[in-house]
Every structure is written in C-alpha cells, then in structure tokens.
C-alpha cells in the first residue's frame, strides 16, 4: 500500500513525519507538495528521503484535486491511502485498512478523531465536520484526511477528483473527496467503513478561531452549490449544526453558522447564474 499526502503546509510534514513511519509495516511514504519550491520544502524534501520516505516538490500550486489525480496516475493498480498532511496516523487504522483493502474493497475510510484539547465555546460537535472531525455520537463517512481507494477500480471506470471542488491556496473549497467517493459507490464499488479505528486529525490550532469557521461555513455552501445539492446541503448543515447535545449555545450557534453558510449557498447560485449568462451572451444567436 501506498501512503500518499498531498500536502500543502512544509510544516506539517516534518511535524508528523517520524510518527507516521513508525506506524507503517512495509508501505510505501509518499508526500507531493503542492506549492512552489523553496530552501525550506528542499530540506524537509530531503528529511523525508532521509527517513525513507520519498517527497517531491510539484514546484508550483495546482490545487487538492489535481494533486490527487497525480497520485492515481502515478499509481495506477496500487492501493492508495490518502492522507492530509495534518494526519497522525495509528498502527491499528492502517492495518485495518490495508486487510480492507486486500479483502476487496475499493474504497475504506476510517474516523478522524480530534486532539484532545479544550474547546471555544463557538465549537461544538456541531462544527466538528468543519475540522474534518467525526463526531463520536455519529456514524463515520469516507473523508478526503483519511481516504484509501483501489486506483485500478477507479482507472477502469475513468474516474478522478473534480477540479471546480478544489481547495487551491487560500480558499476553502471543499466536497471533492466525497463526490469521488459517491461516485466510485454509483459505478459498484464496495465501501469499507472502519468506525472501531482511527487517526488523529492534528489540525493547526488557528482553525479554531471563529472567523475560521465562519468562513468554512462559507465555503461549504459554495461546495454544496458547486455539487447542485443547494437546498439539500443547506438542510444538511443545518441538522448537524443544531444537533450539538455538548452545549446549551446549539440553537444560536446553528443558526450563525447556518446563516453564513446560506450565504455560501446564495452566493453560488448567484455565480452560477451569472456564469451561464454571460455564456449565453457569448454565443452567437445562429437563428
């Protein structure tokens, strides 16, 4: 199996690293970064190698989903873990998913745990899906920060990761890792959930400040727009916002992040829309 991180932040790569090659059992560690080269990303390019990990440095910014294909182009009958470069990763997790795999699954997840640290009082488990954490009350879904898929099954069937659901620099695109994962399931794939193992999701501690999440919020609406599931996604955010039973602020907080997220839903049929007419515009009335 093939441990692959599309990483983004040179940081957290060194951060996990030891860690994470501590808990494989003759895997491969494979981390691309998906930014422009610099001294810094060179010498931790070289730590991982070191380490006996491989890095390489993409040299420019292209985005999470075009990482991703990269990686299932580079391995093209593998099975491929994916991780985000945030992820410490658990000896049990990673074997389970690698008998899930050899079992004949196509695509297996495990659940993201969260740190074990104190909270603001605007996070509730509401929110946890916001940090890419599995509530511990709820079931698990397949998400992109631990997501391991048979690159043969999804190379037969012409599938990859959607470009318009990227998250490129700065913005907080999210929802192509689940897209990919409905639609290796549409073409009859079989999924593999792991709910008895996880893996810590170690994410920076600035996310979570409020205007983080707020414009998380945001840009889930966006993704919720960009995949037609507007009022569907909005409905769903809703629910998981109001269903926090950790703290008394669940109603006020729900309709906060619910609010802001209706402005991500809005904004992105607005977009839509005005895309279409201006194609509509530019094509030439041939009556």
Known sequence: MVVAICAFH??????HLHHNLAQLSGDEYFVQLDRPSTPEAELVAAEVNAAGGTMHVLGATSGLSASRN?????W???????IDDDVRLDAKAVTAIREALRAGAHVVGA??????????WYVTSGQFHLLGWHRDDRDI???GACMAVDTAFARANGLDFDLALSRTGGNLQSGEDTTFVKLMKDTGAREQLLPDC??????DPARLSLR??????YWQGRCESGRNQAWAGLRKEWHR????PDSRLRLPLACLYGVVTGWGVLHGLLLWSWRRAGQSAATPDRT
């Open 141 to 143: 879904k397949i998400w």
């Open 76 to 82: 093209p009958n593998h099975h491929v873990l994916f």
């Open 198 to 203: 996880s893996v810590t999701h170690d994410v």
């Open 70 to 74: 990269l990686m299932l182009a580079r």
């Open 10 to 15: 040179v940081e957290n790569v060194r951060k």
């Open 111 to 120: 659940r993201l745990a969260r740190p074990r640290h104190l909270l603001p």
């Open 212 to 217: 983080y999440l707020l414009r998380r919020a």
């Open 241 to 244: 916002h109001r269903t926090a």
